[in-house]
């Protein structure tokens, strides 16, 4: 079982930013697509944002589309969101999760992790 460890978390004033990161274990963390949903209280998880493998090919929910960056380094083992431009509607707990395509249905996902906790204050 894939073991995927969020970190980078936060309290952050609106307007801030924050660089969230996520660990795989193993050496087959290049073989995966990996992605970043969030689910704030009473809501559904929501797909934020996704990247292929190679990293070439990244995708966005629209309502981060132009603030969130996703990145990942196979060499690292490590996915990473970079969040700017925060408002307090992004207080979510955020999660990372791996899949062999990158899909928008969190159902579709095989491993996750416990997420860590973003909260932006207006």
């Known amino acids: 079982q894939r073991q995927l460890v969020e970190s980078g978390g936060g309290l952050v004033q609106a307007g801030g930013s924050l660089r969230l990161s996520c660990a795989a274990s193993g050496s087959t963390f290049s073989t995966y697509a990996m992605g970043w949903f969030r689910q704030a209280p009473g809501k559904e998880r929501e797909f934020v944002a996704g990247i292929r493998q190679s990293g070439g090919y990244t995708y966005y929910a629209d309502s981060v589309k132009g603030r969130f960056i996703i990145s990942r380094d196979n060499a690292k083992n490590t996915v990473y969101l970079q969040l700017n431009s925060l408002k307090p509607d992004d207080t979510a707990v955020y999660y990372c999760?791996?899949?062999?395509?990158?899909?928008?249905?969190?159902?579709?996902?095989?491993?996750w992790g416990r997420g860590t906790q973003v909260t932006v204050s207006s």
């Open positions: 999760a791996a899949a062999g395509f990158v899909f928008f249905d969190a159902a579709r996902y095989s491993s």
